[in-house]
């Protein structure tokens, strides 16, 4: 595929590289290897909480609990949100890039997707809170 010059590829690629740097603050590498490892284990514990699969995936799930456990009260609340955000940073952009996967991207899609990439890069763990408790409270109200 050929791309030209002020289709948006370029500024799509910065911004999705701008996500996978995580929240802009600078971690020390220990801080960086101990966030990735936490993503990596949320997903992993997230892949194996799901219905079906017997004894033996519930027995996978529990010992991928207690080592998501022992490595959140081993790294401290700070860390811990920043692997939180960054697992659901990185859910939201699966989420928003597969919505585009089975067409062929418009300018007006580019645009639309660039935009959303940037409103999710320049959220905090603060605003994803917010977020949650007010979807939890509709949710709530709902039933």
């Known amino acids: 595929m050929r791309r030209r010059a002020g289709d948006g590829s370029e500024a799509a690629q910065e911004a999705v590289q701008a996500l996978a740097d995580g929240s802009g603050k600078a ?15 949320i997903r992993k514990l997230r892949d194996l909480n799901r219905p079906g699969g017997g004894w033996w995936r519930r ?3 529990w010992r991928a609990r207690e080592r ?27 989420e928003l890039l597969l919505k585009f996967m089975d067409t062929a991207m418009k300018q007006d899609d580019t645009m639309e997707t660039l935009a959303r990439i940037e ?25």
């Open 27 to 41: 971690w020390a590498p220990e801080q960086e290897r101990q966030i990735r490892a936490m993503v990596e284990q």
């Open 59 to 61: 027995r996978r799930e």
């Open 68 to 94: 998501l456990v022992d490595m959140m009260m081993a790294s401290g609340p700070e860390l811990l949100n920043e692997a939180e955000l960054r697992h659901w940073k990185n859910q939201a952009m699966v």
């Open 119 to 143: 409103a999710l890069n320049a959220v905090t763990y603060e605003d994803y809170q917010q977020a949650k408790k007010a979807l939890a409270e509709k949710k709530a109200a709902a039933s």
